[in-house]
């Protein structure tokens, strides 16, 4: 039947009912009073302690790397009162204190640590989740390689052993037709280029490994050209048949011709023909590139040797090969003192006066200098034989006088 009564004033009171929601933290008195009409009143007072509450904080779940053996777990609450005690939930034995040694977990495993505040009226607690992760590792470079600059889709990954996946690669020097993994040589000046490839996540330093690509150029045996040369070339040289060539390959005598050393042919000794050479350039990495060439061989020109001849006025028709001997046939007469009656290879000396006529055989080649045979033909008139008078003596003989002319 007694009342209480709010010393402090604290506004709280409601009957026998303390709202202590209401009022800062604090030290707050209440009195409880039993009055009687017959016997005096008595009362007590009361001494209520109101504690701030307990805050254990807000936790953010986190990865850790395997080689973290110094992590705090604070680190992974805010708003959270000091003072409370952590708990090795999953009981790794890893939990000293608030620091986590990760270096005995397991990769790819969580664990529960729960933080708990108690004071002697509040409580809190708060659970937070750490999750082990692996080393990063950008694996290890296999020894520099060099490619063909043919090649179009060279995977850089394949310079690598034992990495794991995700990683970036960094286009360390620039190399052009470089992309994502990939590099296309064909588009990229020959030379040594090196590439990078990086892990990175949250929880553990990134590893990075560089390896190194050499582009070659590839071979070129340029592009040949038939050639015709004469018998008489004592040194003749192949690459001459060639443009657009790399130096250094060589030269195979496809056919066995005679007077062929390096990349000179001595036609006099090859002798008349068609023989195919084949010049060949090799690389270290690219695939050989070859090219042949077809050397004609012509024989030396012979316009034959002439000799001179004579032939009567009256002859209607003179051939004037029979002036020549060893000469080459197709061949082609000319008129030099522009004879009358000369037609291909026929004389016709009736229809001139005569005197001495000269004409020349040249024979001409491709490759061979021509050659010319002159030759002199003379015309004679018929022979005049002239009959004198007879005189006769008058002893009976006479004589006769002949003028032969």
Same mark, same amino acid.
């Given at each position: 039947?007694?009342?209480?009564t ?14 202590a ?6 030290t ?8 009687s ?5 008595d ?8 504690e ?6 807000t936790a ?5 790397c395997?080689t973290?053996?110094?992590?705090n ?60 992760t692996?080393?990063n590792?950008?694996g ?12 179009t ?5 394949s310079m690598?052993?034992g990495? #794991?996946?995700? @990683?970036?690669?960094?286009?360390? &020097? $620039? =190399?052009? +037709?470089? *992309?994502?993994? %990939? !590099?296309? /040589?064909?588009s990229?000046?020959?030379g040594?280029?090196n590439?990078?490839?990086?892990t990175?996540?949250?929880?553990c ?6 390896i ?12 040949a ?7 008489s ?6 690459f001459s048949?060639?443009?657009?060539? #790399?130096?250094g @390959?060589?030269?195979?005598?496809? &056919? $066995? =011709?005679? +007077?062929? *050393?390096?990349? %000179? !042919?001595? /036609?006099s000794?090859?002798g008349p ?14 695939v050989?590139d070859?090219?042949?060439v077809a ?8 316009a ?23 000469? #080459?046939?197709? @061949? ?5 003192? $522009?004879a009358? +009656?000369? *037609?291909?290879? %026929? ?8 005197g001495?006529?000269?004409?020349t ?7 061979c ?6 030759v002199v033909?003379?015309v ?8 004198l ?6 002893d ?10």
């Amino acid at each position: 039947g007694g009342v209480w009564t709010d010393d402090d004033a604290t506004g709280q009171l409601n009957a026998n009912l303390f709202d202590a929601s209401g009022v800062v933290p604090g030290t707050y008195n209440f009195t409880y009073t039993v009055t009687s009409s017959n016997c005096p009143s008595d009362n007590e007072t009361v001494t209520i302690t109101v504690e701030a509450p307990a805050s254990a904080g807000t936790a953010t779940n986190r990865n850790i790397c395997i080689t973290n053996d110094n992590f705090n777990l604070f680190t992974t609450l805010t708003g959270f009162s000091t003072g409370g005690t952590w708990s090795d939930d999953d009981g790794t034995g890893a939990l000293l204190g608030n620091t986590l040694d990760a270096t005995g977990l397991t990769v790819g495993s969580s664990y529960n640590f729960t933080y708990t505040v108690n004071k002697v009226a509040c409580s809190d607690s708060e659970t937070v989740t750490i999750t082990i992760t692996d080393t990063n590792n950008a694996g290890t470079a296999l020894s520099p390689v060099s490619i063909c600059d043919t090649e179009t889709n060279f995977d850089l990954f394949s310079m690598l052993s034992g990495e #794991d996946a995700g @990683g970036t690669w960094s286009n360390d &020097d $620039g =190399a052009s +037709g470089f *992309s994502g993994s %990939t !590099l296309d /040589a064909s588009s990229t000046t020959p030379g040594t280029y090196n590439f990078t490839y990086t892990t990175v996540t949250t929880a553990c330093v990134e590893d990075s490994e560089t390896i190194s690509i050499t582009i070659e150029k590839s071979p070129e045996a340029g592009s040949a050209t038939n050639t015709t040369i004469c018998e008489s070339e004592t040194s003749f040289d192949l690459f001459s048949t060639l443009t657009g060539y #790399d130096t250094g @390959g060589t030269w195979n005598n496809d &056919d $066995g =011709a005679s +007077g062929f *050393s390096g990349n %000179t !042919l001595d /036609a006099s000794s090859a002798g008349p023909g068609t023989y195919n050479f084949t010049y060949t350039v090799s690389g270290a990495t690219c695939v050989s590139d070859f090219v042949t060439v077809a050397i004609t061989i012509e024989n030396t020109l012979s316009a034959g040797n002439g000799t001179n001849a004579q032939v009567c006025i009256n002859s209607t028709s003179f051939n004037l090969f029979t002036t020549l001997a060893d000469y #080459d046939t197709g @061949g082609t007469w000319t008129n030099d003192s $522009g004879a009358s +009656g000369f *037609s291909g290879n %026929t004389f016709n000396p009736s229809l001139n006066a005569a005197g001495n006529y000269t004409f020349t055989y040249t024979v001409s080649g491709t490759s061979c200098p021509n050659s010319s045979e002159a030759v002199v033909i003379t015309v004679n008139d018929l022979p005049d034989a002239n009959i004198l008078d007879e005189e006769i003596c008058d002893d009976g003989v006479g004589s006769t006088t002949e003028n032969t002319s």
